[in-house]
């Protein structure tokens, strides 16, 4: 029971942490977009796939302008989170069948 109570835990921080990170990684995605002066001729386009079609949006951002190491972090995060709630529930579940 306990082992099941540090889990949730541990998992819990684990989701609030991906979160964090997809936000925070929004929020630079959007904020280079708007910065970059080489963008003079797509910046509306690059803000407008950002703030509306997150967290695709900004992955994509990242890829395509050479930012591959934030796009790594941001895919990852939002791959982790469903993970981290899928095992959150599973351990849940099996805390409440003890």
């Not at 929020?27 to 997150?54: G, M």
């Not at 972090?73 to 351990?91: D, E, K």
């Amino acid at each position: 029971m306990i082992i099941a109570q540090i889990t949730n835990v541990l998992l819990s921080l684990a989701g609030v942490a991906a979160v964090i990170i997809c936000i925070v990684m929004w929020f630079v995605s959007l904020i280079q977009s708007i910065i970059r002066e080489d963008l003079k001729n797509h910046r509306a386009l690059w803000i407008l796939l950002i703030i509306f079609v997150s967290p695709i949006g900004s992955i994509v951002y990242f890829f395509m302008e050479n930012r591959k190491k934030y796009g790594w972090i941001h895919l990852g995060a939002v791959i982790a989170l469903p993970v981290i709630l899928s095992a959150y529930a599973i351990v849940s579940y099996i805390a409440v069948l003890q």
